[in-house]
Every structure is written in structure tokens, then in C-alpha cells.
């Protein structure tokens, strides 16, 4: 079991750029979360996946993000048209359904749009 | 609508000693998680102690203890014999009973004190 992973780790672009982000969970886990974490701030949810179904998504989440899990495994979240305050954290979790569900977070992506 | 609140921004110990760590929150549900998590610094956010709303006994993990109050919507964070490796950011976050939503508190910062 090596954890969630993600991909880049860092990644600067400039403003009107689109960047997309891969989340790898932990095999056996059949839920995924996103999260946008500011300097200073608590994540904040934007939108999670059970399998390959989307099933929740944050009001915080414009019509340029977009999330796909096609397979029920790895994820994409993809942001178009960059803008200055995307700059962000952008953490990913995945956990097992069930009564005792528990979140592992993978290291982020941070992004610097400039 | 659920909310988590931190009002300690920054926290210090002295190694060795106790600290507490204080989160409230607000719901309407009766069956829900509460989670502490830290996030050293550059590193990734891992879980350090969890609690279901529906059992009256204080979760406990080593050092690490809880003080839940349910019907205060209290949830705080005890760390004994303080350790240098226990500086980080600290996070509470809730979760309710679908897994639907999952909301963190702003964070408080500990320092350990040599």
C-alpha cells in the first residue's frame, strides 16, 4: 500500500492557462475527495466521487473546474482558464465506504497561477 | 449548515507537558464523525484521532485523547508528554453521517517548546 499519491507536485502557470491534476488513491478505496487549500485556511470541500460517480459538488466549484474519475480509480481535476485566486492547495483523499469511514489525504498539488 | 471553529490560532507547549486544543462545531444531526488531523509542515495531513458521534466513551490514541462534549457540540484535543515531532498544524474537522459532507476548522498552529 503506498498511499495517495498526486501529480505534479507543484505546478506554476500563467493566468488563462488550463493545468489538470491527477489523484492516485489507495487501491481498495472506492471514495475520493477533493479539496482547495488556502494559506492559513482549513481545506475546503470542492467535490468527491464514489467509484466513478460523481456524487457531491461544492457551490465553491466554478464552471471552469472539472473532475472525472473514469474508471473508479485514479482521478483528474481539471481547471480552465486559470485566474489568480486558483492559487491553492489542491489536496485529494480517498477512503473504504463504510460506518467508520476514514479520509487519507495524499501531498497536494500546489499551484501558483501568476 | 454545518460549520467547525477553531478559536486558536496558534498554540505552545513545553515539551513534555499537556495541551488542549479546542473545536466546536454545529449540526442538526445526531449521528455523525469528528476527526483530528495534523499537518506537519510540507507534509501531508494524517489522521490522528476519530470519534463517532454515537458512542459516549472519549476515543483515545496513545497520547492523544479527546473531550467530547455532544451536547456542547464540543471536541477537544488533549496531547501528553508533549513531543518535538508533535509541531504542526492541527485540524478538526466533521463529518456527517453519509460521508456527503466533511467540513475542517481553520486550524490552530503548535509549537513545541524544547
Known amino acids: 500500500d503506498t498511499g495517495v499519491s498526486q501529480d505534479p507536485r507543484h505546478k506554476i502557470t500563467k493566468r488563462g492557462q488550463n493545468v489538470t491534476f491527477r489523484c492516485d488513491p489507495i487501491s481498495e478505496h472506492n471514495r475520493l475527495y477533493w479539496y482547495r487549500q488556502t494559506l492559513g485556511q482549513g481545506p475546503e470541500f470542492l467535490t468527491y466521487f464514489q467509484n466513478e460517480a460523481q456524487l457531491e459538488k461544492s457551490r465553491l466549484l466554478s464552471d471552469r473546474f472539472s473532475a472525472e474519475r473514469p474508471k473508479g480509480s485514479f482521478s483528474t481535476l481539471e481547471i480552465q482558464r486559470t485566474e489568480q485566486g486558483d492559487s491553492a492547495m489542491y489536496l485529494c483523499?480517498?477512503?473504504?465506504?463504510?460506518?467508520?469511514?476514514?479520509?487519507?489525504f495524499g501531498p497536494g498539488t500546489r499551484l501558483l497561477v501568476l | 449548515a454545518q460549520t467547525v471553529t477553531q478559536s486558536q490560532p496558534e498554540m505552545s507547549v513545553q515539551e513534555a507537558e499537556t495541551v488542549t486544543l479546542s473545536c466546536t462545531y454545529d449540526?442538526?444531526?445526531?449521528?455523525?464523525?469528528l476527526f483530528w488531523y495534523k499537518q506537519p509542515p510540507s507534509r501531508q495531513m494524517i489522521l490522528v484521532i476519530r470519534?463517532?458521534?454515537?458512542?459516549?466513551q472519549n476515543a483515545t490514541e496513545n497520547r492523544f485523547s479527546v473531550n467530547f462534549q455532544k451536547a456542547a457540540k464540543s471536541f477537544s484535543l488533549k496531547i501528553s508528554d508533549s513531543q518535538l515531532g508533535d509541531a504542526a498544524m492541527y485540524f478538526c474537522?466533521?463529518?456527517?453521517?453519509?460521508?456527503?459532507?466533511?467540513?475542517f476548522g481553520t486550524g490552530t498552529s503548535l509549537t513545541v517548546i524544547p
Open positions: 449540526t442538526s444531526e445526531s449521528d455523525y464523525y
Open positions: 474537522a466533521y463529518r456527517d453521517y453519509t460521508g456527503n459532507q466533511f467540513y
Open positions: 483523499a480517498s477512503s473504504l465506504v463504510g460506518y467508520q469511514e476514514t479520509q487519507y
Open positions: 470519534q463517532e458521534a454515537y458512542k459516549q
